[in-house]
């Protein structure tokens, strides 16, 4: 259903795109703004992610570099609701583009910059992908040697802290009529996610360390377990009544009161507990067990989950590049001979 709300988005690769996917799936108009050439980097180094993040938007290809271009964009500013862009800090500043200037055409204009390390600061120019950012966050520490499979920080701390702020913005906006500026940092947003090891660490003073935390595989009752068929177990039986079901069900209830035993018995607890579960398959436990509130699942891979999804809208596909140029900027009262003339010089490009 629309919304009613109009989105540019000037950004580039997985962290914009995601954040604004989000919300034209819930109805916001997105208007994507690529440079004439070749558009956003994602549509030749990662088509697929390009399709899944862009399906359902517009594409304008404006050269922003060209006063034109620029004059252009400030013309969708005006009936825009938001603008998010992923530059470099100072950027846009630089192509008069700044929120101060763009505010004085459009002052209900929420204007997202969505960068690594925020606009200022020590690492503000700093280049990094989602790898640098969980590095410098403390949370790749806490799952050495192993890079996550997925963006953690592009998503989780870029993305969704993108919207939740456009979204509170917008709120606010309603109130008073005024947009705002807001600065998303992709580092600032992974720290947020470090709620459990940093109150560890200012309880303990110890940095906590891969796999020997509460929740990362210390204690027998929260791990990961081998099946007989090779296939994985998670098991999450953190409180006491899930731990002594569990136990219950393996015919171990001895170790019920070691549930978070210190002692050298600590790493002989969990070595039986995983000889037990190897000695049927993944699914078998997990159908002998998952009536019993022992919080264990077999752990499954991209395949098996993408079997279990709805498959994609076919009707909303990623726009081609410029594909809506033309369209967007007759709206704006932009003629077909200026159209022509802007095409000829390289300040637009539409398909």
Known sequence: MPLGIAILDLTRLLPGAAATALLAERGAEVIKIEQPGGGDYARSLIPAVFAATNAGKKSVSINLKDPRGRDLLISLVRNADVLIEGFRPGTMKRLGLGYNELREVNQRIIYASLTGYGQSGAYADLAGHDVNYLALSGVLDLNLPVIPGVQIADLAGGAMQAVIAILFALLERGATGEGRYLDVSMLAGVESLLTIPLAAYRTTGRAPRAGEEILSGRYACYNLYEASDSRWLAVGALEPKFW?????????????????CEDERREAIKNRVASIFRMRTASEWFDALRSHDCCVTPVLN????????????PTRRPPRLGEHTRPVLDSMGVGAAELDALEAAGVIESR
């Not at 002594?244 to 978070?260: K, R, S």
């Not at 991209?302 to 809208?313: I, L």
């Open 302 to 313: 991209v395949a098996e989950v993408a079997a279990r999804m709805p498959q994609p809208d």
């Open 244 to 260: 002594a079901a569990l136990c219950g069900q393996l015919e171990c209830e001895d170790l019920i009161p070691l549930q978070f």
